[in-house]
């Protein structure tokens, strides 16, 4: 039993520097946007959104496209219908008509996938900063400005903040503090140059260099098409930034449902076995093995007497630690409340991170009706 707590100490230790690791990084990544500046050369940008079954959502993205604070003569707007079967069409048809936005409405034809519109959106652009973003997303008035402002000479990728809108009930919160962690260690990993996640709801890079990375080519899942890029613009030596300012968030709902989280979830996990980097395929593991741990230790510390003080340490610094890198990013993204919630997520995200795992290899999931391999 000995050589097991020396085991669990040593894991809980790695974890523990890790994510002071990423701490560090994120209090001393750039915080400043756009609202301190009184000019900004606003260079010509082409926006992508690929979009499958948004009638709900879409004439929102497209409003918060049309008040942003630039000059709309500089951007041009692409939208790549994936086989949308409600009334997505429609409703992108009636908005051009009355928006002074340059809108160009495109369908894909034999392909499918979001990754597919993505390649179809950025051959038809006429741009080459491209600037991407989900169709269920509104954006921040000045999200433009700070793109141009920040994709300058020798920047060819500059990753956005995300967050999710504000919302109630458990599986929000829950949903909420595990976005805010995924948030940390994207800005935490970046400020050392080596970021390891992104997200293509707020992102841009420029297409010249998107083409000679090889751009989606070589990529064979349905989904991770931001991941993957970020990877091969890595691989290439491309310089890579972020900004994590207030006025350049983006805001995405949450999942209404258990099953559309539990879905969601998988399709995100499901791309794990795909990653190249060794620095992420580090923080997968570890977060995952930690949770094991975590859940092994409330089995065994009503049953081990001699060991139980150092497991409930053991247990209490893996907790201080998460709950420290939780309160800045909430405190930064305004969602404090969501700290209410950490003692009861923390309790079950042990479960919820293995079940997830084990899913993300042995079943399928749905994404707005298709079904894809885990």
């Not at 997200?199 to 899942?221: I, P």
Request: with cysteine; aromatic share 14%.
């Amino acid at each position: 039993m000995s050589y097991l707590i020396i085991i669990l100490a040593l894991i809980t230790t790695i974890y523990f520097c890790a994510i002071v690791w990423v701490i560090i990084g994120f209090i001393k990544i750039k915080k400043i946007g756009f609202q301190n500046r009184e000019t900004v050369d606003e260079q010509n940008i082409s926006i992508i959104i690929p979009v499958r079954n948004e009638e709900i959502n879409i004439e929102k993205c497209l409003q918060s496209i049309q008040n942003q604070n630039y000059n709309t003569s500089n951007v041009e707007v692409i939208i790549i219908n994936d086989h949308s079967t409600d009334n997505t069409e429609k409703f992108v048809n009636d908005f051009i008509k009355g928006s002074i936005l340059q809108i160009s409405l495109y369908a894909l034809s034999d392909k499918t996938s979001k990754k597919e519109a993505l390649k179809l959106g950025i051959e038809k652009s006429k741009y080459n900063l491209i600037a991407t973003t989900d169709a269920d997303c509104i954006l921040p008035e000045n999200w433009l400005k700070n793109t141009s402002l920040h994709i300058n000479d020798g920047v060819d990728m500059l990753l956005g903040p995300i967050i999710f809108e504000k919302g109630n009930g458990f599986l929000y919160w829950f949903q909420t503090l595990d976005m805010l962690a995924i948030q940390g260690i994207e800005f935490g990993t970046l400020h050392y140059q080596k970021p390891i996640l992104n997200n293509a709801a707020n992102l841009s890079y420029l297409k010249s260099t998107y083409k000679y990375v090889g751009g989606f080519d070589t990529f064979n899942t349905p989904s991770g098409d931001d991941v993957f890029l970020l990877e091969k613009f890595k691989s290439s030596n491309k310089k890579i930034t972020g900004l994590l300012a207030k006025d350049f968030i983006v805001e995405t709902p949450a999942e209404k449902t258990l099953s559309g989280f539990f879905n969601q979830r998988l399709r995100w996990s499901s791309k794990a076995k795909y990653y190249s980097s060794k620095l992420l395929l580090f923080f997968s593991s570890i977060v995952l093995i930690q949770n094991i741990l975590l859940l092994f230790i409330c089995v065994v510390i009503p049953l081990v007497e001699k060991y139980r003080l150092i497991l409930i340490i053991l247990f209490l610094t893996k907790w201080l630690i998460d709950f420290i890198l939780l309160f800045l990013v909430a405190c930064f993204y305004d969602r404090n409340k969501a700290l209410l919630y950490f003692i009861p997520v923390q309790l079950i995200y042990p479960i919820y991170i293995i079940v997830v795992w084990i899913a993300s290899i042995t079943t399928k999931y749905n994404w707005k009706g298709r079904e894809f391999n885990g």
